[in-house]
């Protein structure tokens, strides 16, 4: 199995900031998961958070999570420069790129086709704008499949010819730095992925612990 945290400190002993930062792409999810992610990388990169997510709903989600992630680039000393670029939100494209996986169990093929949609999207405006590299802050979460993200990531990288970044943020305490990181600058923490999909599972779960909890106290 490869270690894709290895392979990223690998890369990163190899950059000199004081000669030259490269410049990354870094497709941005939601504030609290690029909080880290942001702090770890800037040391490295000059970066430009990409927020493209047009799975997020409803609108006003999607947006919220934005304005977030630009507090937190404003708010958050980092290492070096990170600018903030917002994509188009297309949520009917991400509707027509997972139509028939509806049903899909959180973390299968819906989830895939969505990485794919959003990554294909960072590679692209990589490849446009000269990008040195492009990644993602997704491997950064439990819950998110970090050797599915790398490898659509390394073959979208290698079809538009521009490097993918591996890893896996969540290695290394990523994780746990990221929920401290959101406790201090009091981050809008999402309970759900992010999709109506995730939104329904994660109201289902919710309303099942409370009958739950309704049933045990009778």
């Known amino acids: 199995m490869t270690n894709y945290q290895k392979e990223l400190e690998k890369i990163l002993s190899a950059i000199d900031p004081d000669i030259r930062r490269p410049r990354l792409l870094l497709h941005c999810c939601c504030a609290p998961c690029s909080s880290y992610v942001l702090e770890y990388l800037s040391r490295y990169f000059e970066i430009t958070a990409d927020f493209y997510n047009p799975n997020i709903a409803p609108a006003a989600e999607y947006h919220h999570r934005a304005e977030e992630l630009q507090r937190l680039i404003r708010e958050m000393p980092l290492s070096g420069s990170v600018s903030f670029e917002e994509g188009p939100y297309e949520p009917q494209r991400y509707l027509d790129a997972v139509r028939g996986l509806e049903n899909c169990p959180e973390g299968g093929e819906r989830c895939r086709v969505c990485f794919h949609l959003r990554l294909e999207q960072a590679a692209q405006r990589a490849k446009a704008g000269g990008f040195d590299w492009f990644t993602t802050t997704l491997t950064i979460s439990p819950l998110k499949n970090a050797a599915a993200l790398n490898e659509i990531g390394a073959a979208l990288g290698e079809e538009y010819g521009v490097r993918f970044l591996p890893s896996d943020f969540k290695k290394k305490e990523g994780y746990k ?41 009778e």
């Open 177 to 217: 730095r990221s929920i401290t990181l959101s406790r201090e600058y009091g981050l809008y923490r999402q309970d759900f992925c992010g999709c109506a999909f995730s939104r329904a599972a994660r109201e289902a779960e919710k309303q099942a612990v409370a009958e739950h909890q309704t049933n045990a106290k």
